[in-house]
């Protein structure tokens, strides 16, 4: 009997995840690679996802939280700037991310386009 390797066993599974080619399964997938410290696979499952499902906003937003993990903070902004329309969150979280970047003026418009729902999270800016 072979021995367990859970490396193998893990890769085995990403592979299964990635053959299903769904946004929930590349999803899925990529956080598997993130889990292995591999940015650069995780980025690349995450934008496979998208592309199958261009209005799947959980996985743009595990995308953004993915890139942040692993201090892209340019990628963070551009998967939640590509989600805003669909969901008035992820324009704040843009917002914050280009905080994070230093770049206040373009941060104010994202803060903006969040609507006024979101205002009570600007109270400590």
Known sequence: ?????????????????VGQSTSYS????ALFKAQ???PNGAIDLFQ?????????VSAADMAARCCLDFQ???????????????????A??????????GEHENALRYYD???PFYGWMLCGK
């Open 72 to 90: 892209r903070q340019d990628l963070a902004f551009s998967f939640w700037e590509g989600a805003k329309a669909l969901d008035p969150i992820c």
């Open 48 to 56: 496979q996802a998208l592309k199958c499902e261009p209005n799947d």
């Open 92 to 101: 704040f979280f843009a917002a914050e991310a280009k905080e994070r970047l």
């Open 36 to 38: 292995q410290n591999d």
């Open 1 to 17: 009997m072979a021995a367990f390797n859970p490396n193998t066993e893990r890769e085995n599974i990403i592979t299964f995840l």
């Open 113 to 115: 386009f969040s609507g």
């Open 26 to 29: 590349l999803s899925t997938a």
